[in-house]
């Protein structure tokens, strides 16, 4: 993937950051599957991967539509390109046969409200928005 549409260096320490902030927060919660929370923040954005490689010249005008519009990115690339890189991520979560409790908050990330109704009874962070891995 070539870096003027996704920065693989940002999106992999954004995953990290997000991965280790997610396993930090799960701790001081008390919340004893801090390792499926750190996994789930590692992978919550990989949809964006395989957007961009599959369709680059697309994922830069959503790219552009941002910064033009001013508007967050996942909100860019369901209008140009018809889709939503979280349930992306989460049917590509689902074919690698991950438990639900690890693709189920990527695929509602954009509404974290709906994974509480989906896992009632079992506990799930959200995490702290939706930052892009461009730069």
């Not at 994922?59 to 990115?73: G, T």
């Not at 693709?103 to 959200?126: I, K």
Request: proline share 4%; net charge negative; charged share 25%.
């Amino acid at each position: 993937m070539h870096n003027d549409v996704m920065s693989m260096e940002a999106y992999w320490c954004h995953s990290i950051n997000t991965a280790i902030v997610s396993r930090e927060l799960a701790w001081m919660s008390n919340f004893l599957d801090n390792e499926r929370v750190f996994v789930n923040g590692l992978l919550q954005d990989i949809g964006h991967r395989f957007t961009y490689q599959a369709v680059p010249e697309r994922a830069v005008e959503a790219v552009e539509m941002v910064d033009r519009e001013k508007m967050p990115l996942h909100e860019a690339e369901n209008a140009i390109l018809g889709l939503k890189y979280a349930e992306i991520g989460a049917e590509v979560m689902h074919r690698w046969d991950l438990l639900q409790s690890l693709w189920e908050p990527t695929r509602h990330q954009a509404d974290p409200h709906a994974v509480r109704q989906v896992h009632r009874g079992h506990p799930t962070l959200a995490y702290g928005g939706n930052a892009d891995a461009r730069s």
